[in-house]
Each structure stands twice: as C-alpha cells, then as structure tokens.
C-alpha cells in the first residue's frame, strides 16, 4: 500500500507550486491525470519487487563465496581428518541437501508474495480510478477564479500552519496557496469553516467554498431573485437601470414584466405594485406622494404659478388645469392641431381647441389585488377664451413629477400668451424643460419655491408666499426620486426635448433667462 502513499503525495494540479520534501518525495513535474499516477505507482511497485529480487541473488552469491572461502579454509587447516568415512560423507551431503531446499521454497515463496502484492496494487489502482469517476482533473488557467483542491499529503517534516501559525506535526497537512496548512485550517473566508470540496474559489487572496463565493459575488436579479444566468460565451451578462443601477436578468426585457410609470424600476416577483385603471402600474413609494385627482393637485398648480410670478413671468390668464387618465390625454392629444408630444408617452398637454375632456373629480381607492376603484369622473367642456383653454396632466403621479410636468406646460401657456408663435419643437420644448429642471431645482435645494423665486426679483418676494409648507417632510426616497426626475430631463436623448434642454440651459447659464426669452422672441432661436 506504500505506492497509494505516492499518489497522494505525487499527484498535483495545474497552478499549484512544486516542492521538495527530500529523497522519495520531491515533486519533479505534476503528472496530468490520475491515469498517470496508477502508471507511476505500478512502476514503483515493480522497482521495489526488481529490488528485492536483486537482494536474493546478492544473497546467494554472497553465501556460495562464504562456502568457497570456508573450502579453502577446511583444506587447510583441516590436512589430517582429510580422509573421513563414507557414512561421514553422505550424512554431509544429504545435510547439505536439505538445507538448500528450505532456501529455494524461500524464494519461490517471495515470489508469488511478490506477484500476489502486485496484484492487489493494480486492484486497488483500478478502484481508486472508477471511485473518482472521471478521468483527467480538470484544468484551469492561471487567471480563473476555480483552482483545483489540493490533495492531502503526509507531513516528512517539520512546517507552520499558515492558519493557527502552529508546527504542523506529523500527519497530514495540505499545500496551497503558496502555504501549508491543518486541514481544519484551511477555512472559508465567508462561514469560516473547513474547506473540504474538490475546488474551491479564490478572491482577494482569500478561499472559499464554491457555494459561498456564488452567494457573495455572483450578481442576484433584483426581479426575479435568482443568480443571473450566463450567456453562450460564458460571461455573465445583465441589464441596470442607468439611475436606480437595479439588475435584472435580459429575459425580463421581453416577459412583459412591468414598470412603475413613474420611477421606471422593474416590479420585483417579492412586491406588489398598485394597478391603476388605465392599465399602468405604480410602486408603493412612489404612491406615497401621488397625487389622484384634479382638487387634490390645485395647490400645487398654485405653486407652479407663485413660482412663475417669482421669475417675473406671471400667466395673467386663468388657465384651468385638470387631472385625466390616459385615454381622455390620448384623445385630447389627438383633437389638437398643434403641439409636439413626447413619446413613447405623453404625461402632460397644453390644449388650445375647445374639447370636452373627462376629468377626474374623486381620488380612487385601493380594492382587492391591488387595483385602484371607486373612481368618480365626469366630462368637462373647454371654452376658448385666449390662445390657451386648459392645461392637462396624467393622473397617480409623484407630486416632484406632476409639479414638474405643470412647469413644462405652463412654459407651453406663457409662450402663447406672450407672442412666441411658430417657435421649432427644439426651441419651444427645450426651454419647457429648462423651466421644468429649474423647478425640480426650487424644490430639491431651497427651503420653498418663493426662495428661489426671490433670488431672481426682489421686486416680488413680497408677494410670493410659501405654499410649499404644505408637502410636508420629504422621505429619502422622495429626495432621490426628484434627481431621478431631473436626471430623466438632462439625458432625455430625444432631439426636442433632450437636446433642445441642453442647448437652452447652456443658454440660460450663460445669458440668464430674461435674455434668453428676448433672444428667442427675435430670433427664434437659442442665443450662442
């Protein structure tokens, strides 16, 4: 059985340092497969057998020169009872006789010990091969995360365990990592206990299970909580919002999993987002501050015209403003001559044709499974009275999105009223969305929107008031959510809206606002 010995000392993997142990137990060059090791330990068995065969004959040889020299020797000294009798002669022989036969059954019987022992070793090699149920170990580059687990060796001398710093004794010891180590000592870095697996996992110069590097660095879908799948070439491969940064698995992009309408992240399969009657879906914290029906939304409209006033841009006019699902602004959109609508879904209109719109007069209520009901609308018919007749916004948004969206439109109003006609759509919706961005400034870093306002004309701080006292204290994620907004509004890659807002928020950084607006009424363009 010495030979196995060899094979857990000699067997070594692709990676792993080679060191000498003295005499028999220098690892030379790792042998590639276990195929190899059985082949060097019948050739070690049958070096031994060579060897013991050699000693025999030594043995016998060594003993016909101790008979020659005892000859000579009995010749000599031994000249006058040369002449022995007969009977003396033959007793000698048979005694000679039968002490040759004990030594040649000797032999014979090393032999078949011999050849029994090698049998068994090619036995044993065969089950070591069939109980490790494959052939070659497999490989792996210098670079891969999974290296081969060592195998144990018995301890020739004397070493420090690179874990309890304690001398390894005699017995077994593994060699990785450029250390040696207890068994019991070579722990994971995640559970902390032993690593005792046929690989294990490297990061950060630490080792772990398999199972534990997975659960720690092998990214998670945040939608369906399973790890993200490899594509065909191996890699790990993902979508992430661009501002949430949430992962998900590709696939989610054509299961038709759906999106809040307001912050854009993907409904999680642990999380129930509310579904709103005209088929969108809400997340509960964006919920937490939406605003559901057209009574609810006036003081903010309130505040989107103080802080208009605050910028010396009063809108004279009453427009009104009212709240609608998404098939009354869909329809309200197609009844309208004119205006540019951002797509893939408009959320806000500023309508200058007489309609009749449905209005949402009662803010719904959450029912079973989720669903809002109890909705209470009712038809409203827009008058024509100047180059306005009513501002519309989509209803069960945020209250930093539909303020938002209010600014953007009444931007649209002010244009009209103030003698801006046929501006480009880049002109027009790029300094709607100046407007918009500036707003979402007021509220994300003042104190209230009269602050902001103030700063622009003293003459007006006066008569701004803080309306804004009425949101309340915002959540972090409210704070978080009115940088989405604004990040929605500085990376919008449309040519109107996302590069027409580049092009006049330059311009109002630049030259102010007031000058902008000159500029644009003259020329009707961004000024450079």
């Known amino acids: 059985m010495g030979w196995l010995t060899k094979i857990l000392k000699g067997s070594s993997y692709k990676g792993h340092s080679h060191r000498k142990y003295g005499h028999d137990r220098t690892w030379d060059k790792p042998r590639d497969s276990v195929e190899e090791d059985v082949e060097f330990a019948k050739a070690l068995s049958l070096s031994e057998l060579d060897q013991k065969g050699k000693s025999v004959i030594e043995d016998e040889s060594e003993s016909e020169d101790d008979e020659q020299f005892a000859k000579v020797e009995s010749d000599s000294d031994e000249q006058p ?33 011999a050849k029994v022992q090698l049998e068994e070793d090619e036995q044993l090699a065969r089950a070591l091969q069939e109980s490790l149920n494959m052939g070659s ?80 660095h092998h990214p998670r879908c945040d ?29 989610h992009e054509r299961d038709r999993t759906p999106r809040c309408c307001s912050c854009e992240r993907m409904e999680p399969r642990d999380t129930r987002y509310l579904l ?9 914290e964006c919920l937490d501050s939406a605003i559901m029906d057209t009574h ?39 009844g309208e001559k004119n205006g540019h609508h951002h797509m893939p879904e408009t959320r806000g209109l500023c309508l200058s044709e007489e309609q009749t719109v449905t209005t949402i007069l009662r803010r719904p209520k959450i029912g079973a499974g989720y669903r809002m009901i109890d909705m209470v609308t009712e038809p409203h018919r827009l008058i024509r009275r100047c180059e306005v007749t009513a501002i519309l916004v989509l209803y069960g948004l945020p209250r930093l999105l539909t303020g938002s969206i209010l600014a953007h439109e009444m931007m649209h109003a002010w244009l009209r009223l103030n003698g801006y006609p046929n501006l480009s759509p880049e002109v027009e919706e790029g300094i709607c969305q100046v407007l918009a961005h500036m707003w ?33 204290k915002r959540s972090d994620f409210e704070k978080k959510l009115g940088d989405f907004f604004k990040h929605q509004i500085e990376s919008d890659s449309s040519t109107a809206y996302g590069e027409g ?28």
């Not at 995640?190 to 720690?216: F, R, V, W």
């Open 501 to 528: 807002f580049r092009i006049g928020n330059k311009a109002v950084l630049k030259y102010d606002l007031r000058r902008t607006l000159d500029h644009i009424r003259l020329t009707g363009s961004f000024p450079v």
């Open 137 to 216: 170990p497999p490989r792996y580059d210098n670079g891969s995360i999974f290296q081969p687990f060592p195998f144990f060796m018995p301890a020739g001398y004397s070493r420090i365990c690179a874990g309890c710093k304690l001398e390894i004794g005699h017995g077994r010891y593994l060699s990785c990592m450029g250390a040696v180590w207890h068994p019991e000592c070579f722990r994971c870095r995640a559970c902390n206990l032993p690593i005792t697996d046929y690989e294990y996992s490297m990061s950060g110069n630490h080792p772990y299970h398999k199972s534990c590097y997975k659960e720690q």
């Open 276 to 284: 709103l009657d005209d088929g969108r879906k809400l997340c509960l």
């Open 440 to 472: 979402l400034d007021a509220e994300m870093y003042s104190t209230s929107s009269s602050d902001v306002a103030s700063s622009s004309t003293s003459s007006s701080s006066s008569s701004s008031s803080s309306a804004s006292s009425k949101k309340g």
């Open 296 to 334: 609810e939304c006036q003081p903010l409209y309130l505040e989107i015209q103080d802080f208009y006033e605050g910028l010396n841009m009063k809108v004279k006019q009453q427009v009104p403003m009212l709240l609608v699902e998404r098939q009354a602004l869909n329809e309200a959109m197609e």
């Open 223 to 251: 939608v369906c909580k399973n790890f993200i799948p490899t594509n065909s070439a191996g890699l790990i491969e993902y979508r992430a919002h661009p501002f949430w940064l949430q992962k998900y698995c590709p696939s």
């Open 81 to 113: 009872t040369r002449f022995q009798s007969d009977d003396d002669e033959k007793s000698a022989k048979v005694q000679s006789d039968d002490d040759e036969k004990p030594a040649k059954f000797q032999n014979e019987e090393d032999e078949q010990s």
